[in-house]
């Protein structure tokens, strides 16, 4: 359950606002929490429940004589909310990754060798060209980086 609980609030510190983090670290805490109608309202507004969409972090159960609610962590909802999220994040960043260059690379037309933007990061000035380190010339400007 620790291990658990550590990912959840670091998630919830993540995405959430401060007001939902000191709720969620108060459930975490006492594992079962009564809330009455009005301090349950900050948990129901829309902000709170589209950063995590289909997750019932939150679960309740309403007792038929009072207004209150019993409120708890479902960890493993949250875990495997939490897990499908970031694999989405992962696929778009790879669809990102899959468009953009793999390498910038530099060529020199006087050695017509060609750099690695690792190689000469430290070279390159402001407009983006490049020093040569292999030309016999001093700050010679070359050509923009190929793609």
């Excluded at 809330?35 to 939150?58: E, I, M, Y």
């Excluded at 989405?88 to 990754?97: A, E």
Aim: charged share 25%.
């Amino acid at each position: 359950m620790e291990n658990s609980d550590v990912f959840i609030r670091t998630l919830v510190r993540a995405f959430y606002d401060a007001e939902h983090v000191i709720i969620i670290d108060i459930l975490l805490r006492h594992e079962m929490y009564v809330f009455s109608w009005r301090s349950w309202q900050p948990l129901k507004n829309d902000h709170f429940r589209s950063n995590a969409p289909g997750c019932s972090v939150l679960g309740s159960t309403e007792s038929s004589e009072k207004r209150d609610r019993y409120v708890f962590v479902d960890r493993r909802q949250a875990i495997h909310t939490a897990s499908s999220t970031l694999r989405k994040m992962q696929d778009q960043i790879s669809q990102i990754d899959a468009v953009s260059p793999a390498a910038i690379t530099y060529e020199c037309p006087n050695c017509v060798r060609t750099w690695e933007l690792i190689d000469v990061i430290d070279s390159v000035n402001s407009s983006g060209h490049f020093i040569c380190k292999n030309c016999p010339r001093e700050h010679v400007l070359v050509e923009e980086p190929h793609l």
